[in-house]
């Protein structure tokens, strides 16, 4: 078992991609290490200009919801996703990106931001770092 | 490790929270320890008088789908939220409020069912417990 | 500790029907245990004729998203989720259905794939799993 935590972001969602970051990197500032699985949805917050793009889970009504949301969050202080993502590469997590669901969606790398991302992997990849790690989830 | 699960409560929609009730007092009823971490969505659930407020997550249609579940589930002798809630309490289990979406959200202590609430954390309580327990999912 | 993933596959959602069993059976081939445990939503893909029927989690625009999808994972040689359950059962996976949401939705056992299926079962089942399970997911 290592102090791991591998996380699954299949969600786009925008205050989805906010949990998992700030998960991600509150383990990381704990002496644990991370990584962050994008695939499906999750995979085009990966794209270039795609991180802030993501809608709301809930109260998304014609993009007011999402608006507000952003305004409160600067209120309360709370970094942007880019400045989390960031701040995520320079503790150390690791972001890897799904092959499958690149191919999927039609994506090239050449369209994500190829400096972030750390490898290119299959469902094997996965499993080899969840089955040791001791947090997993699925967001 | 300690025999515990540490469940995220992200979502607030009512199949959601009944699917993390569920869970966490069967974990405490077979003798784990649960905490629950309400944040985002799942903290208005945390508000007096929104425990039962929560749409489902699909089906929804004007408010129809919501009724005929929980019609069907007092049919099927599924005990309410309120009383699943308050079992959980009963069996020991921990509930703690994410202040970050306190401060996003607006939301003052006074307005949450404090004497539910056993603390109000950031995401280092919630790494500190998660990292030692068995089951680790998010909602 | 036993080297096994269980999941519980809480969405019908086609997408993360996908992600639950490619998950699974990426555990199956890597010489891991793997359980699911289909509950709401998710339990009505095991109904007779209702794997493909799910809705995607996003951008399901009258069904034209859905089409869209499921042509684009022909293309990329992503296996039909019939074939990947179908290739689950035969690593070994098991499957649960959730009696209570049987029960709440009104399923009878005649109308899910009993073939299919190795086990009815509550709560209970799943914590005596889980607690010993390296990989514990929430689709």
Known sequence: MTDKATIIVHSGDM???YSALIIA???????????????FWGLQRL???GLEKGPLSKMNFLGLGRWMIKNRMKKANVAP?????????????K?????MTMEIMGVKKE????????DYGAVGTY???????KITLFI
Chains 1, 2, 3 share one sequence.
Do not use: W
């Open 15 to 17: 205050d989805k991609i």
């Open 25 to 39: 990197n509150g383990a990381l500032s704990m002496g644990m290490e991370a990584s962050l699985y994008f695939t």
């Open 47 to 49: 794209q270039k200009g």
């Open 81 to 93: 996703l880019e400045r989390l993502l960031n701040d995520f590469k320079e503790l150390g997590g």
């Open 95 to 99: 972001i890897i990106a799904c092959e």
């Open 111 to 118: 369209e994500l931001q190829e400096n972030l991302i750390d």
């Open 127 to 133: 499993i080899q770092e969840a089955r040791n790690s």
